[in-house]
């Protein structure tokens, strides 16, 4: 009985750090290419934010970009973006956000927007660059134990966009987590210009434990918010499948643990005021536009967009972690 015992109290530091729901702003705003999965990804996170034990505000208004706004959020969430979605005041902002131990989520073209800020492409890990003809290929773990990947197979085969990047982004402190095997597709893409190398093996999927966009840190800020970022998610069936949503929620999820945020009782910036244990899931807020209105959160309502898009609010969290804290006591 040792054994089991240790394992669980294990597990209790994470548990009672934690005494709000983490409050994610998920940001889709495109001002280039835009993916038509963009709504299922909307829908599949708001399904799955009880499960996960996060709230979800979802927003393509770059006016929720400032410094009040921000300091009310655990995580930005980046989501399949193109492009300059932010203008200086929204970068200026969202620095800001990561100097005060705010956490970042990437997916997908997340790693294809604000070309022009550094800040940005540390916190993400990498620009993208290009890929090639959306086709089959077999991508590869190379770590066995991180959440993000723990479920995921060591081959893992589907149809996807194969990004290539514009650098290493294990120079910006990326641990790689995912692969691919480079005789599984064929790269008929070519680069949009003389980048250095991305680094071999080629990176998929990576997280980064203390971001150099968090740097200086601010005084008042505990850490660093981690980073975690994956390149898969181009197609709606991506979306849809099981694997990869363990894959990309699990990595929010780490990143959130990292503990730098008013969800874990410490920190300058994030949500220090609902109870994990005591929150209602019945509480409600009249949804919005996505595209231009102010972002807001429900309980299990959903709201139609300006394209008609629909989008699911979920005020969530207080099942499962209720359920841990009744189950732990």
Known sequence: MLLPALIYLSFLPAIYAQQSIPRVLVYTATAGFRHDSIPTAIEVLGDNADKYGVQFVFSEDKGQFTNDTLSGFDGVMFVSNSDEVLDDSGQSALQTFFQSGGVYAGVHAASACLFNDTNYEQAVGAFFDYH????????ERLNTTHPS???????????????HFRSNPRDNGAVVLLTVNETSYVNN???????PSMGDPHPIAWYIESPLSALPLAESASKAGRSFY??????????????FIGHVLEGLKWALDGASTKAYGVGIVGNGTASATNASSSSSATGSS???GSASSSSATASESSGAEKIHLIDAGSIVLG???LTLG
Do not use: K, M, R
């Open 189 to 195: 893409g070519s680069s949009t210009g003389d980048y």
């Open 290 to 292: 996505s595209a231009s």
């Open 323 to 325: 359920t841990l804290v």
């Open 230 to 243: 994956t390149s898969l998610g181009h197609l709606n069936s991506t979306w849809q499948d099981e694997t």
């Open 132 to 139: 090639p003809t959306i086709q089959s290929a077999t991508f």
């Open 149 to 163: 990947v723990a479920n995921v197979p060591d081959q893992w085969t589907f149809e996807e966009e194969v990004y």
